[in-house]
């Protein structure tokens, strides 16, 4: 190494060095700390594509002008860790679906798995072949206790104690 070059320790020696393992820590930590918000746009995304895919299933159903108990279970299942369909009503002449749908984050795994979930609560009205969807408060989806081993109102002919 010769000495008493023009450039000196800031390009050539460990300056320089230490100043790369800087940037490259600091750029590290900087895409640590945004990590979580990616990971709960992707789950808000996920959750719009599910929201977008239950409503063109309820679509597909209603084009014969009724939905059957059974195409409303097929198409609301369970949407895991979210409950799925969580309540019907039948009043007025037409047909709302409650149901509580989840959108998942990529998982991350370092010593636990993890992963980013947001839900949501939507009313799906169906009215003939036209079905409208709403957001609904996330308290209106929660499950009614279980009675008898079953659960009311999850696709019955009795209103909802969900409706508003």
């Known amino acids: ?51 977008h895919d239950r409503t063109a299933a309820l679509r597909a159903a209603a084009r014969d002008g009724a939905v059957s108990d059974q195409e409303l279970v097929e198409v609301f299942g369970r949407d895991k860790p979210a409950p799925g369909l969580v309540g019907l009503d039948r009043r007025s002449g037409g047909l709302t679906a409650y149901a509580q749908l989840a959108g998942l984050g990529p998982p991350r795994t370092f010593i636990f798995v993890t992963e980013e979930t947001v839900t949501g609560c939507y009313a799906f009205r169906i009215d003939g072949r036209d079905v409208t969807v709403d957001e609904r408060p996330t308290a209106q989806c929660a499950l009614p206790p279980r009675q008898g081993g079953s659960l009311p109102g999850r696709v019955s002919d009795s209103p909802s104690p969900h409706a508003s």
């Open 1 to 51: 190494m010769r000495r008493g070059t023009r450039d000196g320790c800031l390009f050539n020696g460990c300056l320089g060095l230490a100043m790369t393992l800087v940037l490259l820590l600091t750029g590290i930590l900087v895409w640590q700390w945004t990590q979580p918000a990616r990971d709960r746009a992707a789950a808000e995304q996920d959750l719009a594509r599910r929201l």
